[in-house]
T-cell receptor
Framework: ETGVTQSPTHLIKTRGQQVTLRCSSQ?????VSWYQQALGQGPQFIFQ???????GRGNFPPRFSGLQFPNYSSELNVNALELDDSALYLC?????????????FGNGTRLTVT | DQQVKQNSPSLSVQEGRISILNCDYT??????FLWYKKYPAEGPTFLIS?????DKNEDGRFTVFLNKSAKHLSLHIVPSQPGDSAVYFC??????????FGTGTSLTVIP
């Protein structure tokens, strides 16, 4: 059973640029959630995709957008990067959206905006 | 709006002793809480959960206690092992499995 994989592992971008992060969900999982973890903070919910549709969004501006594909992999896109976007971006998959469907996290993408 | 709050950023414990990690929460629609553990350069992994129908849930060396009147939960690790050194996050659902995470407690178990 393949776990959640994220690419790239590290990324350096310049303020104002755009970035795309990728996530392959665990086999059998149809739900993908994205979290941002800033230094010294806990993961903060960005949004969730269930069967290719957005299924909830946290307190993030519209320049954070996403997609889920028919194979349930997902992308996170961030436009007009700001310095505060520097963080670890975590993708998690689950076998549904119920509160007792545990999240299985990937190892994250470390984004640095200069 | 801190729905769960971990007031201790760090904790050091001697190997073999008990580790107690604490978490306070505000009013919650879902009385269901989880603990995740995170090693450096890895994603968080699910550790243990508890729902309001219980006040205690145990899984091996890990026990979570829920005090609903105090809006407080705690994670006990007995006995603590060096491999338990990690950051521990408490979390609760905002809706479904969209979770609000605390800021974490970094546990160091000293051999």
């Amino acid at each position: 059973e393949t776990g959640v994989t994220q690419s790239p592992t590290h990324l350096i971008k310049t303020r104002g640029q755009q970035v795309t992060l990728r996530c392959s969900s665990q086999s059998g999982h149809n739900t993908v959630s994205w979290y941002q973890q800033a230094l010294g903070q806990g993961p903060q919910f960005i949004f969730q995709y269930y069967r290719e549709e957005e299924n909830g969004r946290g307190n993030f501006p519209p320049r954070f957008s996403g997609l889920q594909f028919p194979n349930y992999s997902s992308e996170l896109n961030v436009n007009a990067l700001e310095l505060d976007d520097s963080a670890l971006y975590l993708c998690a998959s689950s076998s549904g959206t119920s509160y007792n469907s545990p999240l299985h996290f990937g190892n994250g993408t470390r984004l640095t905006v200069t | 709006d801190q729905q769960v709050k971990q007031n201790s950023p760090s904790l050091s414990v001697q190997e073999g002793r008990i580790s107690i990690l604490n978490c306070d929460y505000t009013n919650s629609m879902f009385d269901y809480f989880l603990w995740y553990k995170k090693y450096p350069a890895e994603g968080p992994t699910f550790l243990i959960s508890i729902s309001s129908i219980k006040d205690k849930n145990e899984d091996g060396r890990f026990t979570v206690f829920l005090n609903k009147s105090a809006k407080h939960l705690s994670l006990h690790i007995v006995p603590s092992q060096p491999g338990d050194s990690a950051v521990y996050f408490c979390a609760k659902p905002v809706t479904g499995n969209q979770f609000y995470f605390g800021t974490g407690t970094s546990l160091t178990v000293i051999p």
